[in-house]
């Protein structure tokens, strides 16, 4: 480090005053003369602060002006704090300058908001899918370019997690996904990806599952058709054909749910299918359930029992509903070993509005209970063929569920049994029947 240079100054300063004090009094004037030096050194002084300051403002790009003294020392020190900090910027403009190309050559789009959720920068792909402009649209509201309902309801939904697709709104058939990321300041970056090509070959994809599920019916009920008047043969049959005919009518009972399921999957999926929107007697539905459910679950002397408290009301698709409840009930019956107990309940608590399917069965490993609503997963295949499941069950459940914004929440111990829950949104829950009732009273 270089040492403090005023001490030095400061002596130069004491010499001339002393030498201008003993030439004073040498001519017999020695506070005059010192006061003469001390003007001469005070106008040279502001002149040359004069000098400095012309530079400071004029001249930043120019070397600094040739000064002496003590001054100049300062002003080496801020011309070398200069270049440093022009250095710097001219580095950060160039990483800029490069973030930015490699920005506008993403085949994604990105644009980030400020704090106030306006426009504040944008790379060629977000511009070229949202049509925005530069400069016009800098400081705009990013809602009020993106009208979409569900992508405004995503925007201020903070605990959303997953990201949403929407239609273009300035190409219906372009299809976008859309995803925010918040950081900082309240500030937004939103990732904007083409999907149209992805949607398309999900489309194609259902399409052919609903065709050939649909094509296969026919041909299948011709041939249950057949299986079954054999069947008023069998005792005429030999043993061995009789037992490949029973088997027959087995299989054709499997293709026919498989398909059947199969079908019902893919028009759950199908985004483009409204669903029904009406409200639902839930506490009648479950009693029309648990009844089917005694129906099937008589053999294996298992008791179906329903809560007798007031159910909520729902609002959805009926028969979505009925088939996600009817897929649990039944599951619940062939993975309940013989004089088992399943019980039906619906609750209401602050956080849930749950339907839930309790049962003491053979329960469930851990380690499955994550996948089990993929299609065709099954803890034991032979079992689940066995008892005639598809593997398509549970993916039903999850789609209408879907459909209905809830959710399913499965809770089950190997040996002890299985606890299915539907957990509904408040928004779909009307007023249980009891309440209802009870403020007609008022
Ligand atoms: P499946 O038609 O095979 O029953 P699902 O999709 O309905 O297909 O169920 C997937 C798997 O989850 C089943 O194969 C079974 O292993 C397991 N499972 C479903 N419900 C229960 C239950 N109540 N108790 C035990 N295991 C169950």
Same mark, same amino acid.
């Given at each position: 480090?270089?040492?403090?240079?005023?001490?030095?100054?400061?002596?130069?300063?004491?010499?001339?005053?002393?030498?201008?004090?003993?030439?004073?009094?040498?001519?017999?004037?020695?506070?005059?003369?010192?006061?003469?030096?001390?003007?001469?050194?005070?106008?040279?002084?502001?002149?040359?602060?004069?000098?400095?300051?012309?530079?400071?403002?004029?001249?930043?790009? %120019?070397?600094?002006?040739?000064?002496?003294?003590?001054?100049?020392?300062?002003?080496?020190?801020?011309?070398?704090? %200069?270049?440093?900090?022009?250095?710097?910027?001219?580095?950060?403009?160039?990483?800029?300058?490069?973030?930015?190309?490699?920005? /506008?050559?993403?085949?994604?789009?990105?644009?980030?908001?400020?704090?106030?959720?306006?426009?504040?920068?944008?790379?060629?792909?977000?511009?070229?899918?949202?049509?925005?402009?530069?400069?016009?649209?800098?400081?705009?509201?990013?809602?009020?370019?993106?009208?979409?309902?569900?992508?405004?309801?995503?925007?201020?939904?903070?605990?959303?997690?997953?990201?949403?697709?929407?239609?273009?709104?300035? /190409?219906?058939?372009?299809?976008?996904?859309?995803?925010?990321?918040?950081?900082?300041?309240?500030?937004?970056?939103?990732?904007?990806?083409?999907?149209?090509?992805?949607?398309?070959?999900?489309?194609?994809?259902?399409?052919?599952?609903?065709?050939?599920?649909?094509?296969?019916?026919?041909?299948?009920?011709?041939?249950?058709?057949?299986?079954?008047?054999?069947?008023?043969?069998?005792?005429?049959?030999?043993?061995?054909?009789?037992?490949?005919?029973?088997?027959?009518?087995? %299989?054709?009972?499997?293709?026919?749910?498989?398909?059947?399921?199969?079908?019902?999957?893919?028009?759950?999926?199908?985004?483009?299918?409204?669903?029904?929107?009406?409200?639902?007697?839930?506490?009648?539905?479950?009693?029309?359930?648990?009844?089917?459910?005694?129906?099937?679950?008589?053999?294996?002397?298992?008791?179906?029992?329903?809560?007798?408290?007031?159910?909520?009301?729902?609002?959805?698709?009926?028969?979505?509903?009925?088939?996600?409840?009817?897929?649990?009930?039944?599951?619940?019956?062939?993975?309940?070993?013989?004089?088992?107990?399943?019980?039906?309940?619906?609750? %209401?608590?602050?956080?849930?509005?749950?339907?839930?399917?309790?049962? /003491?069965?053979?329960?469930?490993?851990?380690?499955?209970?994550?996948?089990?609503?993929?299609?065709?997963?099954?803890?034991?295949?032979?079992?689940?063929?066995?008892?005639?499941?598809?593997?398509?069950?549970?993916?039903?459940?999850?789609?209408?569920?879907?459909?209905?914004?809830?959710?399913?929440?499965?809770?089950?111990?190997?040996?002890?049994?299985?606890?299915?829950?539907?957990?509904?949104?408040?928004?779909?829950?009307?007023?249980?029947?009891?309440?209802?009732?009870?403020?007609?009273?008022?």
């Amino acid at each position: 480090m270089t040492p403090l240079q005023w001490p030095r100054y400061l002596r130069h300063l004491c010499i001339i005053l002393l030498l201008s004090l003993t030439l004073g009094a040498l001519i017999g004037y020695p506070l005059e003369v010192v006061c003469i030096v001390l003007a001469i050194l005070a106008i040279y002084h502001v002149l040359q602060l004069a000098r400095f300051e012309q530079w400071l403002r004029d001249e930043k790009e %120019q070397p600094p002006p040739d000064l002496h003294g003590y001054l100049n020392v300062l002003l080496d020190k801020v011309y070398y704090f %200069q270049r440093r900090e022009r250095k710097a910027q001219a580095t950060l403009r160039n990483l800029l300058k490069r973030a930015q190309k490699s920005a /506008n050559a993403l085949s994604d789009g990105y644009l980030t908001l400020d704090r106030n959720d306006h426009l504040e920068w944008w790379n060629v792909a977000a511009g070229q899918m949202l049509g925005l402009q530069h400069p016009t649209d800098v400081g705009q509201p990013l809602v009020q370019l993106l009208r979409d309902p569900d992508f405004i309801r995503y925007f201020h939904d903070e605990e959303a997690k997953k990201p949403i697709r929407i239609r273009n709104p300035i /190409n219906d058939r372009m299809h976008l996904e859309l995803e925010l990321t918040r950081y900082g300041n309240s500030e937004k970056l939103l990732h904007i990806q083409d999907i149209t090509q992805l949607i398309h070959l999900e489309q194609v994809r259902t399409d052919f599952i609903a065709n050939v599920s649909h094509e296969l019916r026919t041909p299948l009920t011709v041939l249950k058709g057949y299986v079954e008047i054999l069947e008023n043969f069998a005792d005429a049959l030999p043993p061995a054909m009789s037992k490949g005919l029973r088997t027959m009518e087995d %299989q054709v009972h499997r293709m026919q749910n498989l398909i059947e399921d199969l079908f019902t999957l893919t028009r759950l999926e199908d985004a483009s299918a409204k669903a029904q929107e009406v409200e639902i007697d839930l506490g009648k539905l479950l009693k029309e359930i648990a009844e089917e459910a005694r129906v099937i679950a008589r053999d294996k002397g298992i008791r179906v029992t329903v809560a007798e408290k007031a159910c909520f009301n729902l609002l959805g698709d009926p028969k979505q509903i009925r088939s996600a409840l009817m897929n649990l009930v039944s599951n619940a019956v062939n993975y309940t070993n013989a004089n088992g107990h399943i019980q039906i309940t619906c609750e %209401q608590s602050q956080d849930d509005n749950a339907v839930t399917i309790r049962d /003491n069965g053979i329960g469930i490993d851990a380690a499955h209970i994550g996948r089990l609503t993929e299609r065709f997963y099954r803890v034991d295949p032979s079992r689940s063929t066995a008892t005639g499941g598809t593997g398509l069950g549970l993916a039903i459940v999850k789609h209408v569920l879907l459909r209905h914004n809830a959710r399913l929440k499965i809770t089950s111990k190997l040996g002890e049994g299985s606890q299915f829950s539907c957990l509904f949104p408040a928004a779909r829950v009307i007023a249980a029947p009891q309440e209802a009732a009870d403020l007609s009273k008022l």
